[in-house]
């Protein structure tokens, strides 16, 4: 996500009148953290697959965390942080990414 895309993303969230200005903050600081971490770019993966591959590899059940499932190999957690809901902000993140590439 280029600084064009990451600007039209932040408007598209503003507009959009459901998020607060730290929120929308998370969103575009956990994309970012998406594309550096796995070293993908998140146009490209909307334009493979509309990114579903990459929000299913973030799926992490209560049977995932309670098998110490580790989460994909590039993203880490701070020691004793919640896996399950770090990955799930991460996939909501992707997701709402995804929701705007799709409303352009």
Not at 62 to 68: A, G, I, L, Q
Request: with cysteine; charged share 35%.
């Amino acid at each position: 996500m280029d600084k064009v895309r990451k600007g039209e993303f932040r408007t598209w969230l503003e507009n959009k009148g459901t998020m607060g200005k730290h929120p929308i903050a998370d969103a575009l600081s956990r994309c970012k953290r998406l594309e550096s971490s796995l070293r993908i770019d998140l146009d490209r993966e909307f334009l493979n697959d509309q990114g579903e591959r990459l929000i299913s590899v973030f799926e992490y059940s209560t049977e995932d965390e309670k098998n110490n499932r580790q989460p994909p190999k590039g993203i880490q957690f701070e020691s004793g942080s919640n896996i399950k809901n770090g990955m799930a902000s991460l996939r909501s993140a992707g997701k709402k990414y995804f929701e705007f590439c799709r409303s352009n």
